[in-house]
């Protein structure tokens, strides 16, 4: 298939590899699994004094794992791509209870010459205790923007590496809008194909936070994924 175009035939959550382009486009799809640990931070202001002297902060962290699926398909042609991509994730033993988080992702992006992307789109995250967070859940969402690099590594490995900023607004569990809470996330991915396989290893580090801001309280949260993961990209058609 077309090698760049398996480089970003999946860019967040797929293959990215680098070659000369054997063909004008390529369709793909794409399954893999991935693990790794999880972190959670969060900072109660308690600006009113309603539990305790006006301004103090209460911090609270928690520590656990994270496994789950990846699903995706994408396409390329010369100069452009796109791709769309579900990750379903799972959390146990947070503050006592398991928790579940399904990240969509629709993905556009062009090429800069043989090595360079430039990337954006946007993201959908439903956390809650089903995968779309429809059970004592809220939903994160927002456009995101990026670019990445890779390069052939000998003449049966390619590297590459991805870095992406999210802009993200809050719904509670009803799908209303809150107001007065602005988020942001980042995200981090080294990737190893091996050439003229459908075989990718990859290393990714994602952070997502937020803030709410009241009269009465300040409440802050950051939460960080660290996975290892393995995925197959498979195609559809060329042209």
């Known amino acids: 298939m077309d090698g760049r175009a398996r ?5 967040l959550a797929g293959a990215m590899a680098c070659g000369t382009a054997q063909a004008s486009g390529v369709a793909t799809w794409r399954v893999g699994v991935l693990g790794g640990s999880y972190g959670y931070e969060q900072t109660f202001t308690d600006t009113a004094g309603a539990i305790g002297p006006a301004g103090t902060e209460y911090e609270t962290t928690e520590d656990s794992s994270n496994f789950g699926i990846l699903l995706g398909v994408g396409a390329a042609g010369e100069r452009f791509f796109g791709d769309l991509g ?8 947070v503050f006592g209870a398991d928790f579940n988080r399904t990240d969509l992702l629709l993905t556009g992006g062009v090429f800069i010459g043989d090595h360079w992307t430039l990337f954006g789109g946007v993201r959908s995250a439903w956390h809650g205790k089903d995968q779309f967070g429809s059970d004592a859940g809220y939903t994160e969402s927002g456009p995101f923007l990026g ?13 590459a590496g991805s870095v992406a ?4 607004t809050f719904k509670d569990e009803g799908g209303q809008q809150v107001d007065d ?7 981090f991915k080294v990737q190893a194909n091996r050439l ?16 709410q801001t009241q009269a009465a309280f300040e ?18 058609l060329s042209w």
């Open 196 to 211: 003229e396989s459908p075989h990718s290893f990859f290393m990714r580090l994602q952070s997502f936070g937020g803030t």
């Open 86 to 93: 579900l990750e379903l994730v799972q959390v146990p033993d």
């Open 165 to 168: 900023v999210n802009f993200l």
């Open 181 to 187: 809470a602005t988020g942001a996330g980042f995200s």
């Open 147 to 159: 670019g990445g690099y890779s390069r052939r590594v000998g003449e049966r490995w390619s590297l």
């Open 219 to 236: 409440f802050e949260y950051q939460e960080t994924y660290f996975q290892l993961g393995y995925q197959a990209t498979f195609d559809i």
């Open 7 to 11: 480089a970003v035939a999946g860019l």
